[in-house]
């Protein structure tokens, strides 16, 4: 595995950072996480919502996806909604998600290529530190943001952190994800959006916000890349 830090800087027009959504992006957690939410509203007797309403509130924060999915509720009911899912969660759904197919390959390839790889997660960092684990890909991104250090998506936040630690220019980095919002918040960042219909948000709404790119998967990331721009080890 190429150490990420030893990219050279490329011109303007081309990309050296990667960074990547995490559930329903990199890691197959959606039908997980709406078997969870369904559970969880069941459970307290709050009305079903659609399981389309479900996946189009993945990306955003906590508070947000509460009061989309329990219009109007007081704290208390917050409170109960987001302890109810926790439990069901770490009682067994988190042991669930796995990674798409082909993710450590098509990772490897990127990093082996020259670029700097990141996330940038509505999770939040015990959450994320745990995946990163149970995964082993902690060692393939250069940094990493999550919901408890900065601003629900669409906020350009995560992002804009990101390229403050790792010093590279919006027109150098690439944010890769499955949902508008995902898309929006490298909009706001001002980074190139790319989405992939691997996950929450279908592709029609992606293609809605023009992405540079709307692939399958992100295992097309570089065959995509490698038409869109060159690598950095080519320059």
Not at 20 to 44: H, N, R
Not at 118 to 146: E, M, N, P, Q, Y
Request: net charge negative; with cysteine; proline share 6%.
């Amino acid at each position: 595995m190429t150490d990420s830090s030893t990219s050279a800087r490329p011109p303007a027009a081309g990309y050296r950072l990667v960074i990547f959504d995490w559930d329903g992006t990199l890691l197959d957690s959606v039908g997980s996480i709406v078997e969870c939410t369904q559970v969880t509203l069941a459970e307290l007797g709050v009305a079903m919502v659609p399981e389309s309403t479900i996946r189009g509130v993945l990306g955003l924060g906590l508070r947000e996806t509460v009061e989309t999915l329990c219009p109007g509720c007081d704290e208390e009911l917050f409170r109960q909604v987001v302890e109810t899912y926790r439990k069901h969660w770490f009682g067994g759904y988190s042991l669930k998600p796995v990674l798409f197919a082909g993710i450590i390959r098509t990772l490897d390839d990127l990093q082996g290529q020259g670029y700097q790889l990141a996330v940038a997660t509505a999770k939040g960092r015990s959450g994320l530190d745990d995946d990163l684990a149970a995964t082993g890909l902690a060692g393939h991104f250069a940094t990493t943001r999550t919901i408890t250090e900065a601003p629900s998506k669409p906020h350009p936040g995560m992002v804009l952190e990101i390229l403050d630690e790792l010093g590279v220019p919006a027109a150098e980095a690439l944010v890769v994800g499955d949902t508008t919002h995902d898309l929006r918040m490298a909009a706001n960042a001002g980074v190139t959006g790319v989405g992939v219909c691997s996950g929450s948000h279908p592709r029609a709404e992606l293609l809605a916000l023009e992405p540079a790119g709307c692939l399958a998967s992100v295992a097309e990331l570089p065959g995509w890349l490698g038409r869109s721009a060159p690598t950095p080890a080519d320059r």
